[in-house]
């Protein structure tokens, strides 16, 4: 059985949940809530499927947060175009 190692970075699920409802970008947040679920005993598989995600996607962001941390399952821009912005001017 997977299980989310919160002992390791000095948390707790309940750190967890905090972090899915305070992070900034929407992928961020869904990484955190599943790592809370999963940690509340909730089935990895389940999980993925719930969110529409590949089980083996989320074991991948359990093993991640497990060896790197929580800073690891923050999302960051990789590359490819940026997205759109569209600029307002004052005249």
Same mark, same amino acid.
């Given at each position: 059985m997977l299980r989310v190692d919160c002992?390791?970075?000095?948390?707790?699920?309940?750190?967890? @949940?905090q972090l899915a409802m305070e992070a900034e970008?929407? &992928?961020? @947040?869904? @990484?955190?809530?599943? =790592?809370?679920e999963i940690s509340q005993g909730h089935c990895t598989t389940g999980v993925a499927r719930r969110g529409g995600r590949d089980?083996?996607?989320v074991m991948r962001w359990v093993h991640t947060y497990n060896q790197q941390g929580p800073q690891a399952m923050l999302?960051? &821009?990789?590359?490819? @175009?940026?997205?759109?912005?569209?600029? =307002?001017?004052?005249?």
């Open positions: 002992a390791r970075w000095n948390q707790c699920p309940a750190d967890l @949940r970008h929407p &992928r961020s @947040r869904e @990484r955190f809530l599943v =790592l809370y089980p083996q996607t999302y960051r &821009r990789t590359g490819g @175009r940026p997205p759109f912005v569209q600029s =307002l001017k004052s005249n």
